[in-house]
């Protein structure tokens, strides 16, 4: 497959960014390849109300 | 490759394994495993996780292969990509500002997140609650932790 891109100008004022967080990418600038990958668990017992030692044993994930 | 051209860049907090590059490089690649448990009171023992009993941070994930079938031909009529100012308040865990270019950014994150209450005094709560309240945490024995 052939891929042509032609850059033209692109002038930007002021950009404002709160977070770039888990495998993000902000790039001013050219690439050829990005690869991001990310698992973000919160299992059902991602909130515990209980005592200290009463962790459950993982499962499953 | 075109010529970034920046006026200010303004960045509060770089964590957990971010990376801030001004200039061009080659090949980034940044892998974090977090696992974040927090506590209505912060104690907390060395070890008493290993990574490695969750299997979240043990599987493979399927990784697409970079060199499609693809002829990339580019042409930069203009040579600049001009910005302003740029203001970030945090980079974190495995993430990339960079300003410049690059051939290749390979990013891994892993993140498991348990946020545990202790339970009010004379405490009959006990018990997972959240999606379905499913699996039932069983309480440690009376006397033991706190």
Redesign the interface.
């Known amino acids: 497959m052939d891929f042509y891109v032609e850059n033209k100008e692109i002038a930007v004022g002021a950009i404002r960014i709160i977070g770039v967080s888990a495998s993000a990418v902000f790039l001013i600038g050219d690439t050829e390849t990005i690869m991001c990958s990310s698992i973000f668990d919160t299992p059902p017992e991602s909130l515990i109300i209980g005592r200290r030692a009463s962790l459950p044993a993982p499962s499953g994930t | 490759?075109?010529t970034?051209v920046?006026g200010s860049l303004k960045v509060l907090a770089v964590i957990f394994q971010?990376v801030i590059h001004v200039g061009?490089t080659r090949y980034i690649q940044?892998k974090t495993n977090a696992f974040a448990?927090q506590?209505q009171?912060a104690?907390f023992e060395k070890d008493e996780?290993p990574l490695e009993?969750?299997?979240?941070f043990r599987?493979p994930?399927p990784?697409?292969s970079?060199a499609e079938?693809?002829?990339?031909?580019?042409?930069?009529?203009?040579p600049?990509?001009?910005?302003?100012?740029?203001?970030?308040?945090?980079?974190?865990?495995?993430?990339?500002?960079?300003?410049?270019?690059?051939?290749?950014?390979?990013?891994?994150?892993?993140?498991?997140?348990?946020?545990?209450?202790?339970?009010p005094a004379g405490?009959a709560?006990?018990?997972?609650?959240?999606?379905?309240?499913?699996?039932p945490?069983?309480?440690?024995a009376p006397g033991?932790?706190?």
């Open positions: 490759m075109r970034s920046v971010a061009d940044a448990l506590r009171i104690d996780f009993q969750f299997p979240m599987r994930i990784r697409l970079p079938n693809v002829r990339m031909v580019k042409r930069d009529t203009v600049f990509i001009t910005v302003g100012a740029v203001k970030i308040n945090a980079a974190s865990t495995s993430a990339v500002v960079q300003i410049g270019s690059n051939v290749c950014i390979d990013l891994e994150s892993r993140i498991k997140h348990i946020r545990q209450f202790t339970p405490g709560a006990a018990g997972a609650v959240g999606a379905g309240g499913m699996a945490v069983p309480l440690a033991a932790g706190r």
